[in-house]
């Protein structure tokens, strides 16, 4: 059946194939083809310039009371002044536990909310800023993928105008031809033009997010928010999503942040990775960095709360930091540090002062007083010297405060070699 | 305390085997009779799990796992489900028991714990009074004072901090882990034989996720009670289980001690299964490998090996075997405990040459 036939008449009668429902093509590829579909984990390219810069962002939500006169009583800081850049075509990752604010940065970031403070740099323009009219020509640059495939389509739309949607928002293309763009696109997704017609309903759900996928891709971004793509798909469906958005990353050059909670999925598909907690950025680097020479103690107990395959291998237990209780309220965070209260290493000076987020590595930064490897913590806070306090976090009248501590977004060319106990330099 | 016959419990219907598992499952069918045609969740499955054991299922939605272990609890309408086989626990039958009989089995030999702790709870009824009332119901005896002191004893015993405080909260009050909590609480409250665990992290953060792990292993040790955890994160499965069920379109089609299934898989479905989840300590060169296609439907399965639409492996079979023949559950190349479901002679050295290079590039040069 060929799908160039014309729309017949008045298109009141829409020829509906029997639909494939989950009987997959009887042609499956032997499993060497399998593996040439796939990639290995995305590499990092230093030099890749930013497509965006993110310079201490803040969203705060109002708290209400309740009653007539709705008063605010508090703000939930949601994300409360985070620093970061995505690189042209290439991904960030942004881990952490729920309630940290990744969700929220990425509706900041699409603009779906407006901030509080703080800037988002895109290719020149400050999206933070813009008034919503303002912002619509820039919209198309940044799109999103979202979690749950059942609920982000239209029950009601056909899968080619839930697609096709975008363009003619944008009137990029006259209404003719949108329907050819949009089979196209639902080729590149791995669906087939002949879906056009047909409804979410009569989609799987790995199908679904692909459909997510396409109108994503509808109006060429440049950068794609994608919140926990694969997180609502079943295990062997995960990997097809994965697989298809670093093909469209590779064909299309996009850049991704890329919001989850599975440290594993993170890990393959973004060289770089910040993890959140409770609206802080608390160590962000590569991926080395990060998963081979984590220096939070958050991140640390993260990672070794996965459970791992390899496990049965060895035979042996892994031994996990117990992280007691749960994310405190982020409408009255603690003070200092806001991980201290579950922190197993957390002294006094936590308590008193906010750890800046310093650079300990080329690629690598965390805010914490006491940055070491997993046992390899300092005893003596690291930080006391820059912030003028003594290791009390007491003022200290002879140390004079370092200055230059506000959270860039980039990286510098000297950091603090914590090993070497010296300035690193690139 | 142990789980030791308490005077509560219903006396198992005599001639329990003294050598019989706690859980023995044969030939268990489950079908569903729809508008569409017949639904067959379960067929032909088989599995048994000792005092003190914990058995995992995974599986993909669909795969039957949840059917075949409510069934375990009696929990499908007679009227709508078809169930063949045996289910006995302690040697007593559970298939066509009468419901009376199965009242008294549930929550107090047999207990389940679910996915979603929020929509388990009762959202008008205060945690402690739902664990009250599970206690109540099988110690007719207790007074209502005596079930509150249980029930703050056994927040207490998973975790909960100042129990005699959260006892009178209501479920939206508790966060998400100290729900799934409760829960676990009120399936261990009369000391079961037997805990099935649907998916109970799979809606928490690892931090969280790795807090109720522990839980159940530590009650676990303590109750000695036999352990079904059902999920699809096998990472969970190399912590937790001892033996591992594969499930595809309700049947098993993998079954075997935990570490010979995660490390010598035989069948190309959990090739697939564990070839489509990364590790984090995974060489980064590994890829993913995902499963064509999509889970099959369970009004048509497909004619012989149900998972041959989808295996990439198919080539290596001579002759339309897979398409044609069932494969029978036979025990693989490594004999013993280990079965497997499927034509390919040769598994564990395919395994081994193929899969596991592109998946684990570290562990195949090891070898």
Redesign the interface.
Known sequence: MSHKTPEQGTGEIAEYEVPE??????D????????GH????AKLDPTAEPVLTVENLRMYFPVRSTGLVRRKIGDVQAVDGISFQVPTGGSLGLVG??GCGKSTTGRLITRLYKPTGGSMEFAGVDLAKLSNRELKPHRRNVQMIFQDPYTSLNPRQTVGGIVGAPLAVHNILPKNQIKARVQELLEVVGLSPEHYNRYPNEF?G??RQRIGIARALTLNPKLLVADEPVSAL???????V??LLQDIQQEFGVAFLFIA?D???V??FCPEVAVMYLGKIVEIGD?ESI?SHAHHPYTQ?????????????T?E?RE?I??T??VPSPIDPPSGCRFRTRCPIAQEICARHEPPLLQIGKRHKVACHFPGRLGEHPREPFTARLLGVDREGQPDPGSSPATDLVEQPGYAETWFDLDAKTIGRA | MTAAEPMTTPAPTGGSVEDEPLLVIEDLTVRFPTEDGVVSAVTDLSYSVDLGKTLGIVGESGSGKSVSSMAVLGLHDARTARISGSIRLRGAEIVGMSEAKLRKLRGNEVAMIFQDALAALHPFYRVGNQLAEAYQEHHPDASKRDARRKAIEMLDRVGIPRPDRRVDDFPHQFSGGMRQRAMIAMGLINDPSLLIADEPTTALDVTVQAQILDLLQDLQREFNSAVIIITHDLGVIAEMADDVLVMYSGRAVEYGPCKDILVHPEMPYTWGLLSSVPDVTSDPDARMIPIPGNPPSLLAPPTGCPFHPRCAHRDKVPGDLCRTALPELLPGGRGGHHVKRCHLTNPDAIYEAEVLPEIAPDLAEER
């Open positions: 429902t989950s009987v997959p093509e009887n499956v590829a032997t499993f060497s083809e399998l593996v796939t990639h290995a984990a536990e729920s799987s790995g199908q079943d295990v062997s469906i995960q990997a097809q994965i697989n909670h440290l594993a999925v890990r393959h991926r998963y107990a993260l990672l070794s709360a996965v459970p791992d395959i390899k496990q049965a291998v035979g237990r996990r117990r992280l209780g749960d």
